[in-house]
């Protein structure tokens, strides 16, 4: 399996619901991203776990709340969204951290519209 | 912090064309990635290089790592070849694996 799964594909919320995106990676990759795409701008990275535990949190917002639970799931818990937060959430893996020259996969996205 | 320069950040072509790509960024790495990304969809790995050049069917990327620059090329196009090509370097002095993209070229390949 060489694939980053991701689900759902399309998700339409709203602004006082909470949601979950869900990652998952069968590679043995031991780092794991987020990263929140809006139209015609490149990725930009959020959250990055590595072995588990959170090293790099770009600053996002509490309403986004991540969560490794063991090495091939990555959650992203979505509570009290705005509407700019409507964006394509890509999720990503690579064998480690540091490690960026094998296996950088990404998943299809979860297009998210807030309303 | 990097620097990501694409050029041309939109690129129309006829159908058969030889389609040129290129990346350059300010600080020295270790490896560059290109990146595939058709309309709304999700990213697509074409390539990651460290040195030289890789070719993969009608797709070729070249690195200049003392240059600091780093080629697509695409022969023979077609109109599947629509989509946006991303290059990516490691972010954060390498160390904690993200990205950090270029804004990408927008290519249209025209029948």
């Known amino acids: 399996d060489t694939e980053v799964t991701q689900t759902p594909k399309h998700l339409v919320m709203g602004m006082t619901n909470k949601k979950s995106l869900k990652c998952e990676q069968h590679m043995g990759h031991r780092a794991m991203y987020w990263y929140k795409q809006k139209a015609k701008k490149p990725p930009e990275l959020m959250f990055v776990y590595s072995y588990e535990k959170l090293s790099i949190n770009e600053s996002v917002p509490s309403r986004f709340s991540p969560e490794c639970p063991n090495s091939s799931l990555l959650n992203l818990h979505l509570h009290a969204l705005q509407p700019e937060d409507s964006a394509l959430y890509l999720c990503?893996?690579?064998?480690?951290?540091?490690?960026?020259?094998?296996?950088?996969?990404f998943g299809s996205g979860t297009r998210l519209t807030v309303v | 912090k990097n620097e990501v320069e694409q050029s041309p950040q939109n690129l129309t072509a006829q159908e058969g064309e030889f389609i040129t790509i290129n990346c350059s960024y300010s600080v020295g790495i270790s490896a560059l990635h290109w990146l595939q990304q058709h309309p709304g969809g999700g990213i697509v790995s074409l390539f990651m290089?460290?040195?030289g050049k890789k070719k993969h069917g009608r797709l070729i990327a070249t690195i200049n790592i003392q240059e600091k620059h780093s080629s697509l090329h695409i022969t023979a196009s077609h109109p599947r070849d629509s989509a946006v090509y991303i290059c990516a370097v490691p972010g954060g002095g390498g160390s904690q694996g993200n990205l950090i993209f270029g804004k990408g070229t927008k290519l249209s390949v025209k029948p």
């Open positions: 290089l460290s040195s």
């Open positions: 990503a893996s690579s064998q480690g951290p540091g490690l960026t020259n094998y296996g950088y996969t």
